[in-house]
């Protein structure tokens, strides 16, 4: 018998790896019987879908170069460029 | 300089592919933007050029990864000098992005593997996790529960979901974050993420696990609290 902290685990390293049938069976015997660990299983998977979106939005928006870092990197690599290599 | 090499600048609405970490000539998705910076190029745009149209994007990519302002203006830095120094060698049938994040991805990932190498990896899996002693008894049944969530599927529809759910996440320690953002954001396996990070693939498991507890936890708190007590 697995317990709701391995069972917990079990709701995390689904997303990570595929789950051997043992476990596989004793993750839905467990969360058909135990809704703490439905409840939870649950929540980890809307935080997934969740992140899919988040990550989809973070590529064309959020944080930006401050503008002293760009005009330090602008420096420098106006000086490499000058460099005749 | 060459003026006439700059990337001709279209406006309008296009499509910006969100790149594999993995292989960055794979794409995982593309998005629709308003911005202007990717056009499928022969040859590369003016190298004073790049800075402008990329360097947030680039900037992004390297703070999602590093975690650290600092550290990822210099990585971006580092990877525009790398690509300054490559440019001969771009071969074109790619984007110049595409092109760019591949090169600010290995400064990246050299410099989480050295950080990896030094960081004491004990504390990253051992047996005691403060969040999982909080939620389990001794016997490893719940003392404190999940807690209900009113409506999560409205919180999709919500902005300011989102900017908590990225505040969550720059919450969580380090390596956990690290390890979190490898997985998610850029979709190593685990084996990946333990050769980068000097760690085993069932301790990355383990690591994973011990993120989303606490980013399932932090969002109860500042989110879904508010709704339910
Ligand atoms: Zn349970």
Known sequence: MMNCKEISRLASERFDRELGLLERMRFRMHVLMCHHCRRYARQLAFLRRAIRRLAAARATRGPRLSAEARARIARRLDTATQDPR | ?229
């Open chain 2, 1 to 229: 300089m060459n003026a006439a090499a700059m990337a001709p600048s279209a406006t309008g609405r296009q499509t910006v592919e969100v790149l594999s970490f993995i292989d960055p000539s794979r794409t995982i998705g593309s998005i629709e933007t308003a911005r202007t910076c990717t056009t499928m190029a022969d040859s590369l745009s003016d190298p004073a050029t790049w800075l402008e149209h990329y360097g947030d994007a680039l900037y992004r990519y390297a703070l999602g990864r590093l975690r650290d302002p600092s550290r990822a203006e210099d990585a971006v830095q580092d990877a525009l000098l790398a690509a300054l120094q490559a440019r001969d060698s771009f071969r074109g049938g790619s984007t110049e992005q595409t092109w760019l994040t591949g090169i600010l991805r290995h400064k990246i990932l050299d410099q989480l593997r050295a950080q990896g190498r030094a960081a004491e990896r004990e504390t990253d899996t051992a047996d005691e996790d403060e969040l999982e002693r909080l939620h389990f008894a001794g016997t490893g049944s719940w003392q404190q529960p999940a807690g209900r969530w009113n409506d999560p599927e409205g919180a999709l529809g919500e902005q300011q979901f989102f900017i908590n759910l990225e505040h969550c996440i720059e919450e969580l320690p380090e390596r956990l974050g690290q390890a979190f953002m490898l997985k998610e954001f850029d979709g190593l396996a685990g084996a990946e993420i333990g050769q980068t990070l000097g760690v085993t693939s069932n301790n990355v498991w383990v690591m994973l696990s011990r993120a989303r507890m606490r980013i399932r936890n932090c969002l109860e708190h500042t989110w879904f609290g508010r709704a339910t007590r």
